[in-house]
């Protein structure tokens, strides 16, 4: 299924992306979905629906090829280890100095078929089924180089099909365990984040989970708390431990749960600040679409 991205209706969208931040107001924007890092946006246009995902602004040309080469690469191997990706392309243009602002584009699935969303819709038997197929498609993906981050609202069930959606930042390492995405780029929001070598190295300690089985399942169940699934976790468990040679417990998972939600808490909160600090005292337009405060 080949997607064309509809390129005046694009350049539209950025428009208005660029107004709402201008105007620090972004209320009038189509949302359709938050992850922790951006806002994903419905582009209607065609008489089809599209799921954008505005990308950090490249500072230039070489920056954006290279990041549009890596996430070629990334869905090339995703599919060759037997994943369904929803179909992704990269639209981009460019603005003063060269600078370039692109977003992801994916034809837009039905919300309603979200796996989040289905856990707490369908019952016990549909969970247990949805979990097997997860845990073959995770063990068959997952490679030390090649790193899936795998939280059930990265999923759409399709008649049957898992097909994963959220691939805007590609998770790839080298065989020395070098991150190959342009790391402070994606963090451009997080600055102080990535100020020294000490953070860089937490930076690459923040990622070691999604590189291998045990650690994307911590983290897919950890992330149950937050969805208020928790009465999953030990049915969910018992199906992970029968493949792990090292079972996971559900301390395991608590614990895991409140390190990675005061890590985030901790990251949003300096971010808001970071927003009213460049508003306010810098008066400056804040350049990032940030998701709302979650309930952790
Ligand atoms: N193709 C799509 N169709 C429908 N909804 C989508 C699509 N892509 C993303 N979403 C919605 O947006 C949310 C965040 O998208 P995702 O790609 O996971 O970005 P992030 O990296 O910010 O987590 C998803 O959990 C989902 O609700
Ligand atoms: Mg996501």
Redesign the pocket.
């Known amino acids: 299924m080949t997607l064309t991205v509809p390129h005046t209706a694009l350049a539209r969208l950025e428009e208005q992306v660029q107004d709402a931040l201008r105007r620090a107001d972004d209320s009038a924007l189509d ?10 946006l ?1 582009l209607r246009a065609d008489g089809d ?3 954008c ?1 505005r990308l950090p602004v490249f500072p230039d040309r070489d920056r954006f090829e290279r990041y549009r080469d890596s996430l070629d690469v990334y869905l090339r191997r995703l599919a060759e280890r037997g994943l369904t990706v ?1 179909p ?1 392309e990269v639209w981009h243009t460019t603005g003063p100095r060269g600078r370039i602002t692109a977003y ?1 584009v ?6 309603e078929r ?1 796996c ?2 289905l856990l707490h819709t369908e019952g016990e038997a549909w969970a247990k089924s949805f979990f097997a197929r997860f845990l073959d498609r995770v063990d068959a993906a997952v490679h030390p180089t090649l790193g899936l ?1 795998a ?1 059930a ?2 999923w ?1 069930d399709v008649d049957g099909e898992l ?1 994963y ?5 590609p998770l790839m390492r080298d065989e020395r365990r070098r991150e190959l995405l342009d790391v402070r780029l994606f963090f451009t929001s997080l600055p102080w984040l990535l100020r020294d070598a000490v953070r860089v190295t937490m930076a690459t300690s923040i990622f070691d989970k999604f590189y291998e089985t045990r650690g994307v399942l911590l983290d897919f169940l950890g992330n149950l708390h937050k969805e208020h699934l928790d009465t999953l976790i030990p049915v969910f468990l018992e199906q992970a431990n029968a493949r792990l040679a090292e079972p996971i417990t559900a301390a395991d998972v608590a614990s895991y749960y409140r390190g990675d939600a005061r890590m985030w808490e901790l990251i949003q909160r300096l971010r808001a600040a970071d927003r009213r600090w460049q508003r306010t005292v810098r008066r400056k337009p804040y350049p990032f679409l940030l ?1 709302p405060p979650v309930d952790r």
């Not at 959606?165 to 930042?169: E, I, Q, R």
Request: with cysteine; hydrophobic share 35%.
């Open positions: 949302v359709l979905g938050y992850g922790e890092i951006t806002l994903v419905r629906s599209f799921a995902k929803a992704t992801c994916q034809r837009e699935l039905p919300p979200l989040s969303r981050d939280q609202s990265n759409i097909t959606l959220d691939v805007s930042t998701p």
